[in-house]
Each structure stands twice: as C-alpha cells, then as structure tokens.
C-alpha cells in the first residue's frame, strides 16, 4: 500500500492487476465498502434476488457469475473445492460440493453446485442477509463475479 498498487496474490510473480480492473470494478467496489454500514452476520443465505433490488439484474448476475462457475466447476465439482481451498475458503456440506468465502471481511458468499448429470449442471451463489449493509446490491454482483474470476484463476494453480 505504500504506492496504493493493488497486487493480485494469485500471481506468482507479483504482478500488477489490469490498470482497467482496478480503474472500473475494484476501487468503486472498495470505495462503497468503506461506507457500508457493517452488521452482524444473520447466517441466513439469500439469493441475489432476494437483496434490495436484486430481482432487476438477476438475469445479468445469473449469466456474469452463476453460469462461468457451472461451466468451469459442473463437470468436476471437487475442483470448486480445491479452487476455494486454494483461496482460503471452507467446504460446505450443500449440494454435490459447496463451500463458502470471505469475499470481504463480513460478507462471506456461498457457491453451491450440483453437478453435471442428464440435466446438466446447476449453480448458486448465495449471500448472508446481512450483506446488503455493507455494499449496494449492484456491487454485492460485482463481488460475486469477482469471486467467481478469482475461483476459475485459482483452479489454474492448483492443477
């Protein structure tokens, strides 16, 4: 932080993230987080279309963050575990395989996947009803397809 470089720690070498990630997702995301009111965690799991005006850009979510993680994840689900693993994450006993992250500090997100089989693989990622309180519903999507990005890198370094 002495030169506010944001560094992406799943790069071996160090490298700088995309000038244009930083720039256009991940200041304005860390920005908002710094005036969320933070909250106590509810444990109850929600779907984006239950957060505040999640309803009106679930379609979007559904194809930016939920559909990339049951395209990567849906033929192997332990890959997702290892892939959270990797990240620092805990395994869950939903689903085929499940397990939840710390996105930020206070809003864990929870992937759940059933895997592929005649009807094709399925996914989730469900937020604590608390999020809401520390980012906008339009960022709590960001931080979900973020985590999804950072999900698919990890299985790049695990294998």
């Not at 000038?19 to 710094?34: C, D, F, G, M």
């Given at each position: ?139 709590l999507a960001v931080l979900g397809e973020l985590a999804v990005l950072r999900l698919i890198e990890a299985t790049k370094k695990t294998y």
């Amino acid at each position: 932080m002495e030169d506010s470089t944001i560094i992406d720690n799943l790069d071996p070498f160090a490298q700088k993230l995309s000038e244009a990630l930083v720039v256009k997702l991940i200041v304005p995301l860390l920005t908002h987080y710094t005036m969320g009111i933070p909250s106590a965690l509810t444990g109850q799991l929600i779907k984006f279309k239950d957060l505040p005006g999640g309803y009106a850009y679930e379609v979007a979510f559904i194809n930016r963050a939920v559909k990339p993680l049951e395209q990567v994840f849906g033929e192997n689900p332990a890959r997702l575990a290892e892939a959270v693993e990797f990240l620092g994450g805990r395994r869950l006993s939903l689903g085929d395989c499940s397990a939840e992250i710390s996105a930020l500090h206070g809003i864990p997100l929870t992937f759940i996947l059933y895997g592929s089989d005649e009807f094709g693989a399925s996914a989730n990622i469900l937020y604590d009803a608390s999020a809401s309180g520390f980012l906008p519903t339009e960022d709590l999507a960001v931080l979900g397809e973020l985590a999804v990005l950072r999900l698919i890198e990890a299985t790049k370094k695990t294998y």
